[in-house]
């Protein structure tokens, strides 16, 4: 009985223990959806790995490594994705492991250095999607990795892929991501490469294939920005000025705020100061009123977060209160379970101590049975003896009489005899 409480108390602990720490990484990871990655860090630290399952210690190493990398700690970052890629290997999670793979490469890449190779991380991830005969999901990933190698060093690396997904990008006949991987042709060409006129040629192309006026908008200001890279100011400005036609109301002022920045800046090379100062009073303008927004934003924040906390605090709780009722209800079931079992463990020792009992009985009545015998035995054979005894005993005085009857017959036949003489 000790034992099964023993075990019970053992087993209530454990799962006390696997909530609080489920908490705790729950807690870490909102903490980094919300941005917050040194108090998700300090949320991990809280946390015994020695008391983690393998899907939780998966979780710890991958969540700890994602709070470094967004902090752009890649060297930290490195060997907790090592530990995170091993388990969820073991756990045979190949989605997870697929975006592990992808990141290890983000952070290798970052960290540089010939001492390490991302290519074994670009295949392994490449090698996921090939196997899932998903074509979109696949030039999604050859997207993310042309994305990655978007640098002045690496940019033939990015063209490459950017090239593998327009093929399945044309397989499928999906026009709009066409528009969109010309125009990431273009921006390529812009911003890493000399060929400021294939910029355009790929900004005009895309544009043609484009339907929405914010993703022209965005194009028009692509090509402003590939003209005033070739010094060509006017024709920069006059496309900034198409973007601004296509900026209605509903955009942001930030974006406003963008393109006038641009504008203003793009005057001053066009040594035109006047409209250079007319649209930075329209910058600082509506900066202002983006700074007037974000106070209003930040007092909404803080009120939303308070809410949001209240209402976090309230589900913690009733998820508390759900975890220790389903506890006490396992318990109160594991107690039937194990009051029954003691049950049954005492009906069968009654059991086996009346069949014990009868054996005993039964036992003894052999003996006795036996003893009895033995002196019924003993008895006839005693009886037996003596008989013969007195078979012996009279045989004996029977023999001894005849000779002595012998002997006075013979003296009364001597006696005879002289009588006669």
């Given amino acids: 009985m000790k034992s099964i409480l023993a075990f019970f108390g053992f087993l209530t602990f454990g799962l006390v223990s696997c909530f609080a720490q489920q908490n705790l990484l729950d807690k870490a990871e909102a903490s980094k ?34 709070n470094y990398k967004f902090r752009k700690e890649d060297s930290d970052a490195y060997p907790l994705l090592l530990k995170a890629r091993k388990l969820y290997t073991a756990l045979d999670s190949l989605e997870k492991l697929a975006t592990i793979n992808l990141e290890l490469f983000q952070v290798v890449r970052n960290i540089g250095g010939d001492h390490l190779n991302y290519d074994e991380y670009i295949k392994a991830y490449l090698d996921y999607h090939l196997s899932q005969n998903d074509p979109k999901n696949l030039r999604k990933a050859y997207i993310r990795i042309a994305g990655n190698f978007a640098r002045e ?16 990008i044309r397989i499928d006949k999906d026009t709009l991501a066409e528009a969109h991987m010309l125009n990431n042709f273009g921006v390529l060409h812009n911003e890493f490469t000399s060929y400021k006129d294939s910029a355009l040629y790929y900004f005009t192309t895309s544009r043609r294939l484009y339907k929405k006026s ?22 920069a400005i006059e496309n900034y000025q198409k973007a601004d036609s296509l900026l209605g109301k509903e955009y942001s002022k930030e974006r406003k705020r963008f393109l006038y920045d641009l504008m203003a800046k793009t005057y001053e090379l066009a040594e035109k100061p006047t409209k250079a100062l007319e649209y930075y009073k329209l910058t600082q303008a509506y900066q202002d009123s983006l700074n007037l927004q974000e106070q209003e934003k930040a007092i909404f924040d803080i009120q939303t ?11 913690l709780q009733l998820k508390q209160s759900r975890f220790w009722l389903i506890s006490g209800v396992i318990l109160l079931v594991l107690l039937l379970i194990a009051t029954y079992l003691v049950y049954r463990t005492r009906i069968a020792k009654k059991q086996l101590e009346v069949k014990q009992s009868a054996l005993e009985k039964n036992e003894l009545e052999k003996q006795l049975k036996d003893q009895e015998l033995a002196g ?9 003896k003596e008989r013969q005894r007195i078979a012996n005993d009279l045989h004996d005085n029977l023999g001894g009489l005849l000779a002595t009857l012998k002997l006075h017959f013979q003296n009364l036949k001597t006696k005879t005899d002289r009588l006669r003489d």
């Fill in 33 to 66: 959806e919300a941005d917050n990655y040194q108090l998700s860090l300090n949320i991990l630290s809280k946390i015994d790995t020695n008391t983690l399952s393998i899907p939780q210690k998966a979780r710890f190493y991958y969540l700890k490594s994602a």
């Fill in 153 to 168: 060093t690496t940019v033939d690396s990015s063209f490459n892929y950017f090239k593998k997904a327009l093929q399945l």
């Fill in 214 to 235: 914010e993703y022209i908008q965005a194009s028009f200001q692509n090509t402003a920005s590939a003209y005033k890279k070739l010094g060509e100011y006017d024709k």
């Fill in 305 to 315: 977060k308070y809410e949001v906390q209240k209402k976090e605090n309230e589900n």
């Fill in 376 to 384: 019924l035995d003993a008895m006839i054979e005693g009886q037996e």
